[in-house]
């Protein structure tokens, strides 16, 4: 199984959207600092999951979460 997720920063105004296999490990690597990209964004709370049985499903739905419309949709499930 593979898993589009939406990570929001708790220091600063960021989404991270990403896919895995293993979205605990996942999170993880993003609040241990692993991830160049996320790194200084850190720490991180998941805001959003899906499951998918690909990874080519997955990486659609990644795509349309980072479009303008699915920007809007997961500002929607940040709490300020």
């Known amino acids: 199984m593979f898993y589009t997720y939406a990570l929001s920063s708790l220091k600063r105004n960021y989404i991270y959207v990403g896919i895995t296999s ?17 790194r ?4 991180f709370v998941l805001i959003f999951e899906k499951e998918f049985k690909t990874r080519s499903e997955a990486r659609i739905y990644e795509k349309k979460l980072k479009s303008g419309v699915g920007k809007e949709f997961l500002k929607s499930l940040v709490r300020n």
């Open 40 to 43: 200084p964004y850190g720490p």
């Open 22 to 38: 293993n979205i605990e490990r996942r999170l993880n690597e993003h609040n241990s600092g692993k991830n160049k990209t996320t």
